[in-house]
């Protein structure tokens, strides 16, 4: 898919390096058609890799794609570069008159606090109220996902006793949702969270489905039955090697942690992990653009 990005963007030249098409600004701009306009509020520290991973789920479709970045004004990320910041992300004054057909929601480190205890709490509530009024489908992965389920149903989510913490096998609850559409009937996604949304609380709240579900990870995905709001509880997007780094980054910390499971070849570290959620990945991402974002939204997002 071409997706319109800036053409200084750093995950440009990874992507290109990749063999994935993405279109920069000047062709898209002489191309007849209508793109999608989607939305990330990028919540991770680590956004210049966070935004590679997931442009690159969004790679592999037709459909030609705006994106806009989004940050918290509430909180200032410091571990990506100010002048990446200012360069390309924007702020929600910037953006809240805007409309958009999709939006993604990151995750974000701040498991172990209260969701009011959160810096951008209130901001982001903001955010999430005014999406509902002013994008078509938003899609929330891990805490983001916890966040949104919380603001928008009361959706409690509890500690885990310990880390879920590797590459987990799901299965589709609700295999004629299109979201799951060409997903193999067991299907595996990483997993790296000290909390969870309890699968009995979403499933007994009107107006939600679960569409898949692991024995260990429980609520894998859970969306709106009309796909305007759809989460994940899982990073799909994830490289082969993001959690052997999250590894090695606590065990440098002097952290508690356990080797991720299912990950490394016989559970030894000192051996490249498998990509093996890559093709799920970028179905997910595939259909929830084709079903729920380009067949689904306004060609006049005036009319949302």
């Known amino acids: 898919m071409p997706i319109k990005v800036p053409s200084d963007l750093p995950a440009l030249r ?96 701040v498991e172990h606090l209260a969701f009011e205890d959160v810096a951008y709490w209130k901001e982001l509530c903001e955010i999430l109220d005014w999406s509902r009024r002013n994008v078509w489908s938003v899609l929330h992965i891990c805490w983001g996902a916890q966040a949104g389920l919380y603001r928008h149903y009361g959706i409690k989510k509890h500690p885990l006793e310990r880390k879920l913490f590797g590459i987990f096998e799901h299965t589709a609850v609700r295999p004629e949702a299109p979201l799951l559409r060409g997903f193999d009937s067991r299907f595996l996604a990483p997993h790296s969270r000290h909390t969870e949304v309890r699968l009995e609380d979403v499933a007994k709240t009107p107006g939600l489905e679960v569409l898949a579900a692991g024995e260990k990870p429980g609520l894998y995905i859970a969306a709106t039955k009309d796909g305007r709001e759809i989460y994940v509880t899982g990073h799909s997007e994830y490289d082969a090697d993001t959690l052997a780094r999250e590894y090695r980054r606590d065990l440098e910390k002097g952290l508690p942690i356990d080797i991720p499971e299912n990950y490394f070849p016989h559970d030894d570290p000192s051996q490249p992990p498998p990509l093996t959620w890559r093709s799920h990945a970028t179905l997910l991402y595939t259909n929830w653009l084709n079903y729920y974002v380009y067949q689904e939204t306004p060609y006049d997002l005036d009319l949302l």
């Open 14 to 109: 990874t992507l290109e390096q990749e063999n994935i098409f993405v279109m920069h600004t000047r062709r898209a701009e002489s191309q007849d058609i209508r793109p999608l306009r989607v939305l990330l509020l990028n919540l991770m520290p680590t956004k210049l890799e966070t935004e590679t991973q997931l442009l690159r789920c969004l790679s592999n479709t037709p459909l030609q794609i705006e994106l806009d970045l989004l940050q918290t004004q509430s909180y200032t990320s410091t571990h990506t570069p100010q002048e990446h910041l200012l360069s390309f992300y924007m702020n929600f004054d910037e953006i809240k008159h805007l409309r958009y057909d999709g939006m993604i929601i990151t995750g974000a480190p």
